[in-house]
C-alpha cells in the first residue's frame, strides 16, 4: 500500500504531473473511442473510487475535506462530467454531419415550443433542485471561521482565494507584475479578444469538434490543463512554503527543498562565456532580452510565413497579431515551467533594478 | 359573531352543489379567477389556450424577459446545461441571504469578527451565512461552466460577440464579489487571502512601487509611487489589510460591485433577445 501511495505521490509532482495531463489531453481529444457513455462511466466509477479508497489516507482526508475545499472537489468532478459531455455531443454531432445529416441541435431548432409551460417549468424545477442542493449543503457542512485576523502572525501557508491559486501557483514560476498582473489581463483580454479573433463561421449554436478543433484544443488547453490544473495544484498540492506535497504527504513546514534556480544571463556569461557577469544591467541582459523580443516579434512572422500560412491568410494581417500575441503569451506559461524543471531556470531577463524579470 | 355566521352561510349556499352545476373546485377557482382583487394582479386566466400562454408571458413583468416561443434546443438541459439561469439564480441567493446578514455584520475591526461569532452562537437555526458562502462558491463555478458551454457551443460567434464581451466583464465581477467578501469574516483566512491577492498590486506595472517602470514616474527626485500612494494602497485604503481595507471591501462588496453587476446582468438578457434569442444552428 505504502508503494502505492509513494509512486502516487511521485507521479504528482508538477514537472511528471503536468505532462502526463498535457499529454493526455492531446492524445484523448483526437481519440473518439474515449467519448462514448461507456467510458465515462468508466472514468467516473474510477475516481470516485480513487476518492473513496484515498479517504483512508489521513492526509488526504485533511487535505480535502476541509470545508472550503469541497466545492474544489465538486468543480473538479463537474467540470471532468462536462468536458467529457461536450465532446461527447460534438462527436456524435460530427459523425451525424459526416453522415450528411444535421447536427441534433437542427432538428429541434427548427420547432418552437412555448415559452409557458416548457421553460418556465424548466427554470422552476432548475430553482428547486439548486435550492435544495443548496440548502442540505448549508445544513450539512457549516461555515469555517479561524481565529481573528491578525496581521503579525502569518499562516503558513498562506493561500488566495482558491479560483486564484492558479495565479498564485504561477509566482513560482514567474514575478508577481506578470502571474499576477500582466497574465490576469491577458486572460480578460484574451477572452474578449475571441469573437473578434476566430473567423470561423462554423460551429454557431451547436456542439462539433471537427469543425473547431484547432479553437476548441487551445481553449480546453488554457482552460482545462492551466487554468483548473494549476488550480488543483495550488489546492492541494501545496503546502507550507508554498513546497510540493504528494497527496498522501504530510504537510510538513520544515521540509527542506534546495533553491538553486539560475538566471539566463549566467548561463550565457558565467557558464558559457565564462567571463563574469557584466556591470551594466543592459550588457548584462541582452541576450535574455534578445530571445523575449526574438519570441513575441521574430516568431510569429516566421511563423505565419512557415506553418500557419492559411491560417494568416485567413484571418487578416491584425487578428493574426492579436491572436498569436496572446497565444505565445499561453504558451509562454508552460515553456517557462519546463526551463525551470529541467535547467533550473530562474529569469530570463532579471533586471532587479526596475523590478523587471522575466 | 353574528356577520361572520351570515356571511359563511352565505358562502356555504353559494357552493352548495347542485344541479347542473360544475364541481366545487372548479367554482371556487371561477370565483376567486373572476374576483377583481384577482383580475388586477392577472389580466388573463388559467393558460389553457395558446392565447393565454402567448399572453402569461407578454403581460407579465417578471416572465417577459422570455420570448413567447422558443427554439426547442432552447430548452433542452443537454444543450444549455441551465448554468447562465443557475448563476443568476445564486446571485439572487447572494443579494437575499447578503442582505440578511447586514443586519448582523458592522465592518470595523473592533466588531467584525465579534459579529461573526455572535452570529453563529446566537441567533437560532442560522444558515445564512453557511448559505452566503457556499452559494459564493457555487455561484464562481457555474458562472466558469457558462462560459465553456457558451464557448464549446461557438455561441459567442456572429451576432453575439458584445454579449460575449459583457459576460466577460460579468465573470469577473463574479470573482470580484467573491474576492471581496473574503475578507469581511476578518478571520485569519480572510486577512491573509487578501494579503496575498493584494500583495500583486504592489508589482503592477507603472502603478505599483514595485512594478517594473514605477520609479519613471517622478518628478525630478520626488517618487509619485511609493507604498503610500501605488495601487494597492488605493485598493486597501492602506498600507496593509486594516480599517481601511474592510470598509472599503464592505462597500465595494454590498454596493458597488452588485450595482454594476446587475446593471451588466440586465444588458446581458436583453441582449440575448435582441441577439436573436439563445444560440441555435442556423
Redesign the interface.
Known amino acids: 500500500m505504502q508503494f502505492v501511495k509513494d509512486l502516487f505521490n511521485f507521479l504528482s509532482s508538477p514537472a511528471i504531473f503536468f505532462t502526463l495531463v498535457i499529454v493526455l489531453f492531446f492524445v484523448a481529444l483526437r481519440t473518439r473511442r474515449l467519448w462514448t457513455d461507456r467510458v465515462g462511466t468508466v472514468a467516473l466509477v474510477a475516481v470516485v473510487v480513487y476518492f473513496v479508497v484515498s479517504f483512508f489516507d489521513p492526509n488526504f482526508k485533511k487535505v480535502v475535506t476541509a470545508p ?1 475545499n469541497v ?1 474544489i472537489v ?2 473538479l468532478f ?2 471532468g462530467f ?2 467529457w ?2 465532446l461527447k ?2 462527436y456524435e454531432n460530427d459523425d451525424r454531419m459526416a453522415r450528411g445529416e ?2 441534433a ?2 432538428l ?2 427548427d ?10 417549468y ?2 422552476l424545477i ?2 428547486l433542485v ?2 435544495i442542493v ?2 442540505v ?3 450539512l ?11 503579525t ?3 503558513n501557508p ?7 491559486l492558479g ?2 501557483e504561477m509566482l513560482v514560476y514567474f ?3 506578470l ?4 497574465f490576469p489581463s491577458l486572460i ?1 483580454l484574451g ?2 479578444a ?3 479573433i ?1 473567423t ?9 469538434f471537427r469543425e ?1 478543433a484547432r479553437e ?1 484544443a487551445l ?1 480546453l488547453f488554457g ?1 482545462l490543463v492551466l487554468w483548473v490544473f494549476m488550480i488543483m495544484t495550488g489546492t492541494f498540492l501545496r503546502g507550507p512554503n508554498w513546497n510540493f506535497f504528494g497527496p498522501y504527504e504530510y504537510w510538513d513546514p520544515h521540509k527542506l527543498v534546495p533553491l538553486n534556480n539560475i538566471n539566463f544571463s549566467e548561463f550565457i556569461w558565467v557558464r558559457w562565456l565564462g567571463t563574469g557577469l557584466p556591470q551594466q544591467w543592459l550588457a548584462r541582459e541582452i541576450f535574455g532580452i534578445l530571445v523575449v523580443l526574438a519570441y513575441f516579434l521574430a516568431l510569429p512572422p516566421l511563423l505565419a510565413r512557415r506553418w500557419l500560412n492559411d491560417i494568416h491568410r485567413k484571418m487578416g494581417a491584425a487578428r493574426y497579431a492579436v491572436g498569436i500575441v496572446l497565444i505565445l503569451s499561453m504558451i509562454a506559461l508552460p515553456i517557462k515551467m519546463y526551463l525551470r524543471w529541467i535547467f533550473n531556470l530562474k529569469y530570463i531577463i532579471a533586471i532587479p533594478e ?3 524579470n522575466i | 359573531m353574528p356577520n361572520v355566521r351570515e356571511w359563511l352561510n352565505s358562502l356555504k349556499q353559494k357552493f352548495a352543489p347542485k344541479e347542473g352545476q360544475p364541481p366545487v373546485p372548479k367554482r371556487v377557482r371561477d370565483y376567486i379567477g373572476g374576483s377583481q382583487i384577482w383580475r388586477s394582479f392577472l389580466r388573463h386566466g388559467l ?1 389553457k389556450t ?1 392565447r393565454i ?2 399572453l ?2 407578454l403581460s407579465n413583468v417578471l ?1 417577459h424577459l ?14 444549455t ?2 448554468m447562465g ?2 448563476t443568476f ?2 446571485f439572487l ?1 447572494e443579494t437575499v441571504t447578503g442582505l440578511l446578514l447586514m443586519f448582523y455584520y458592522r465592518p470595523t475591526l473592533e466588531y467584525a ?1 465579534v459579529d ?2 455572535e452570529l ?1 452562537e446566537q441567533v437560532p437555526l442560522g ?1 445564512m ?7 459564493a ?2 455561484m ?2 457555474t458562472v ?2 457558462h ?3 457558451v ?8 451576432p ?2 458584445f454579449n ?2 459583457v459576460g ?1 466583464v460579468l ?2 465581477l463574479t ?1 470580484l464579489l ?2 471581496t467578501g ?1 475578507l469581511l ?9 487578501i ?3 493584494t ?7 507603472l502603478l ?1 512601487h ?6 519613471l514616474l517622478a518628478l525630478g527626485d520626488v517618487k509619485l509611487i511609493h507604498a503610500g500612494s501605488d495601487a494597492r494602497f488605493a485598493l486597501l485604503g492602506g498600507r ?3 480599517a481601511g481595507a474592510l470598509l472599503r471591501f464592505y462597500v465595494l462588496h454590498c454596493v458597488g460591485i452588485p450595482l454594476v453587476a446587475a446593471t451588466l446582468m440586465a444588458i446581458h438578457f436583453w441582449r440575448v433577445r435582441k441577439d436573436g434569442g439563445i ?4
Open positions: 472550503d466545492p465538486g468543480m463537474l467540470i462536462f468536458a459531455f461536450s455531443q460534438a444535421p447536427p441541435e437542427k429541434e431548432t420547432e418552437k415550443v412555448w415559452c409557458w409551460p416548457d421553460l418556465v424548466t427554470e432548475a430553482l439548486a435550492s443548496l440548502l449543503w448549508a445544513i457542512i457549516e461555515a469555517p471561521l479561524e481565529e481573528p485576523a491578525s496581521i502572525v502569518a499562516p498562506s493561500k488566495a482565494p482558491w479560483y486564484f495565479l498564485q514575478d508577481p507584475w502571474a499576477g498582473v500582466v480578460i477572452l474578449m475571441l469573437p473578434y476566430d470561423n463561421p462554423k460551429g454557431n449554436g451547436y456542439y462539433t473547431r476548441i481553449f482552460f526596475f523590478f523587471f | 393558460p395558446d400562454r402567448a402569461v408571458v416572465l422570455h420570448p413567447v416561443k422558443i427554439r426547442r434546443s432552447g430548452v433542452k438541459l443537454r444543450y446545461w441551465c439561469g443557475l439564480f445564486l441567493v469578527y461573526i461569532v453563529r444558515v451565512r453557511e448559505l452566503h458562502r457556499w452559494g462558491h457555487a464562481v463555478i466558469w461552466l462560459m465553456f458551454r464557448f464549446m457551443t461557438g455561441s459567442y460567434k456572429p453575439r460577440e460575449w464581451n466577460v465573470l469577473v470573482l467573491s474576492f473574503y469574516p476578518w478571520d485569519q483566512l480572510a486577512i491573509w487571502a494579503t496575498v491577492g500583495n500583486m498590486a504592489r508589482a503592477t506595472p505599483g514595485e512594478g517594473p517602470g514605477s520609479q496593509f489589510v486594516g444560440s441555435g444552428p442556423l
